[in-house]
């Protein structure tokens, strides 16, 4: 079974601009989580996305959003740049959402840079 | 307040021997789960071992083994004859909800 999977692997943007990530699930896997992992942050919640409602989100200002499709596939935006937002940015799924022995699998993240 | 604490931001082990990381956590739930992740340098996190709160006995994944102490809520990692590939950044977790809650890290560096 195909592991999650997240495009691109690099971005450089610079300060001003949008991006949009994205996120394939395991298959079968319904439930996706992004995170914004930074050296002095470690890993932060952003939002959690299940059968394409927001479930859960972390606490980022509205420039970071996300949606999820009918495939489960996820997408995340960041609007507005600002240069600390330059981070590795993770996806994980997960089977379903808040079933406490549910594993969360990561994908390999963006690395998002901002000029 | 953090809810999953690493106080060991760096460790290192002579490759072959035995190292523990530590991790507690605050909760006020009597049924949950722990995780430890793993994230090598530049490469994808991955789960190495997990344990629910209700089993008394400690999860051992291969070398991998945990001490859980509910009561102290700790939850430390055990790696066993180290190996080289075990150089990673560690991240404890808990999940609570919806949510996993992660620590800081700990760096290992293993020594050959």
């Known amino acids: 079974k195909a592991g999650v999977t997240q495009t691109p692997r690099y971005l450089i943007k610079t300060r001003g601009q949008q991006v949009t990530l994205s996120c394939s699930p395991i298959?079968?896997?319904?439930?996706v989580s992004w995170y914004q992992q930074t050296p002095g942050q470690g890993l932060q919640f952003l939002f959690e996305y299940f059968s394409e409602t927001q479930r859960n989100k972390g606490n980022f200002p509205g420039r970071f959003s996300g949606r999820q499709f009918s495939n489960s596939r996820s997408e995340m935006n960041v609007s507005t740049l600002e240069l600390g937002d330059s981070a590795l940015y993770l996806c994980?799924?997960?089977?379903?959402?808040?079933?406490?022995?549910?594993?969360?699998?990561f994908g390999p993240g963006t690395r998002l840079t901002v000029l | 307040a953090q809810t999953v604490t690493q106080s060991q931001p760096e460790m290192s082990v002579q490759e072959a021997e035995t190292v523990t990381l530590s991790c507690t956590y605050d909760?006020?739930?009597?049924?949950?789960?722990l995780f430890w992740y793993k994230q090598p340098p530049s490469r994808q996190m991955i789960l190495v071992i997990r344990?629910?709160?209700?089993?008394?006995q400690n999860a051992t994944e291969n070398r991998f083994s945990v001490n859980f102490q509910k009561a102290a809520k700790s939850f430390s990692l055990k790696i066993s004859d180290s190996q080289l590939g075990d150089a990673a950044m560690y991240f404890c977790a808990y999940r609570r909800g919806n949510q996993f809650y992660f620590g800081t890290g700990t760096s290992l560096t293993v020594i050959p």
């Open positions: 298959s079968g896997h319904r439930s």
């Open positions: 909760t006020s739930e009597s049924d949950y789960y």
């Open positions: 344990q629910e709160a209700y089993k008394q």
């Open positions: 994980a799924s997960s089977l379903v959402s808040g079933a406490r022995a549910d594993t969360q699998y």
